[in-house]
């Protein structure tokens, strides 16, 4: 008897049907869901294996979840997370099946927009008090169009504003805007804006030896 293969999971959404999304995945492999009640994994078929973390590979696990968020919600998963088999993957999903229903409940027509705020004239904002306070105005901006933010890490001596925000679909454009306004009023600043993403920064899955962890922040 043939070894059943293992799934590589990309994240779960809300759907009580079995689905294709077409051959998307890892290793131009068909992606598609597994539901538990109204609840679904969306896998591929994979080998039990660590992936490595290189561009191809975690540009290939975004792109993925980005064209599943087209259709639906979703809680993603953490990336090179496989699972041995589809049995065991429905036992995972009936054990996390409230968690993940409620954080899907919670980021329903949400999407995660990413705005970093770099120094560009060294010669503005040497103080850092300046640059606390110009973070603090571009966030208390943006927060007026966003529903949560998470603060990141400064990992450079030029980045005074690294954060993510959880916005409503309806509201994209309005965050556009505010974005356009402070970087009009901030012009030694150069503000860069990626998304929409998924919103890994305030909700993802986790499967390890102790089973599943659903982080939310």
């Given at each position: 008897m043939e070894k059943e293969n293992g799934k590589y999971l990309y994240c779960a959404i809300l759907c009580g049907e079995e689905k294709s999304f077409g051959r998307i995945g890892m290793d131009n492999s068909e992606v598609y869901a597994i539901p538990y009640l109204d609840v679904a994994a969306v896998v591929s078929d994979s080998p039990m294996k660590d992936?490595?973390?290189?561009?191809?590979?975690?540009?290939?696990?975004?792109?993925?979840?980005?064209?599943?968020?087209?259709?639906?919600?979703?809680?993603?998963a953490e990336f090179g997370t496989t699972i041995m088999n589809e049995i065991l993957l429905k036992r995972l999903l009936k054990k996390a099946y409230d968690p993940v229903k409620d954080c899907l409940k919670l980021l329903d027509n949400m999407v995660e927009l990413g705005v970093k705020a770099v120094i560009t004239e060294n010669t503005v904002f040497t103080d850092a008090q300046k640059r606390k306070d110009c973070a603090s105005d571009i966030i208390g901006s943006l927060k007026t169009a966003a529903k949560q933010v998470v603060i990141g890490d400064l990992f450079s001596d030029r980045l005074i504003l690294n954060a993510s925000f959880l916005v409503n679909k309806e509201r994209v454009d309005t965050f556009s805007d505010e974005v356009s306004r402070m970087q009009n009023k901030y012009p030694a600043i150069r503000i860069l804006y990626s998304g929409p993403w998924a919103p890994h920064n305030f909700v993802y899955i986790k499967i390890g030896a102790d089973g599943v962890e659903i982080t939310k922040k």
């Open positions: 992936y490595e973390l290189t561009e191809e590979n975690t540009t290939k696990h975004e792109d993925v979840i980005r064209q599943v968020m087209g259709e639906y919600a979703v809680v993603p």
